[in-house]
């Protein structure tokens, strides 16, 4: 990715001609959309995935009222997004394995910052990197993401492998979500006023990719500790 691609690919990701009235531009204020930015980088983020994943397994998490998730998860980075019995929670250690999670690949680190700077958020240092792996027919119904302690970073998101349909509500849960492709290599930032939007994906549509097969990832970095 480089400076030249990204001022190309830069911009908002709901186009304001395609709002039906004002009102609802404010919430979209800080959704940034770089398309297609990270495909030079995605065999070597995939094979980054497969490290990691090794290290701590893609496992099917289980949510406070005894669902399996349809997602397989895993992270890397000093601290891991965690669901079980007891609720949502960040944990530095890996309950399958006990042992802490794999530090965040370089490549990781270094794209999820220079990503945040060219959406406007300067310093961005994620400690925290959700692996979400989707086969066909995985969804993530809608939900916020208030488990963090500091909201006043942005979340960036690579998606890779099948395109998806990525669900976007607002401050809400009854507000009707829009949906929005996210296609392999695709990056999104989210900060300021919808950092705490609703969002969600769609089942994930049987499909193939040449560097994935039928799946999907992504990669969401997170500040999930407040700075020292
Ligand atoms: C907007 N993941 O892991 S990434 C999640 O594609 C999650 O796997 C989806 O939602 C995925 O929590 C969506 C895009 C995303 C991530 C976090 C957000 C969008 C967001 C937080 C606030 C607003
Ligand atoms: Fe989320």
């Not at 669902?67 to 399958?96: E, F, I, K, Q, T």
């Not at 925290?128 to 960036?156: K, T, W």
């Not at 492998?161 to 930032?189: N, Q, T």
């Not at 939007?197 to 990832?217: E, K, S, V």
Request: proline content about 6%; charged content about 20%; hydrophobic content about 45%.
């Amino acid at each position: 990715m480089t400076r030249a691609d990204l001022s190309a690919a830069q911009g908002q990701l709901f186009d304001p001609a395609e709002q039906a009235g004002g009102a609802a531009l404010a919430l979209e204020d800080g959704a940034v959309v770089l398309r297609a930015c990270a495909v030079d980088e995605a065999p070597a983020l995939l094979e980054a995935i497969e490290q990691v994943t090794q290290a701590a397994p893609l496992r099917q998490m289980t949510t406070a009222r005894g669902w399996r998730m349809s997602v397989a998860m895993s992270n890397c980075g000093a601290a891991g997004w965690l669901s079980d019995h007891s609720g949502y929670r960040y944990d530095a250690v890996d309950p399958l394995t006990g042992r802490a999670w794999p530090a965040m690949p370089e490549v990781f680190a270094s794209l999820a910052r220079r990503a945040a700077a060219a959406a406007g958020f300067a310093n961005f240092e994620p400690d925290a990197c959700l692996i979400n792996q989707y086969a066909p027919g995985a969804r993530l119904s809608l939900h916020q993401d208030r488990n963090e302690q500091d909201f006043d970073a942005p979340i960036v998101s690579v998606s890779l492998g099948v395109p998806a349909s990525f669900l976007w509500g607002g401050s809400l849960r009854s507000e009707r979500p829009r949906r929005v492709r996210l296609d392999h290599g695709d990056i999104v930032v989210w900060g300021g006023p919808a950092r705490l939007n609703f969002h969600g994906i769609d089942p994930l549509r049987d499909d193939h990719h040449p560097l994935t097969g039928n799946l999907r990832l992504n990669l969401t970095f997170r500040r999930a500790l407040l700075r020292r």
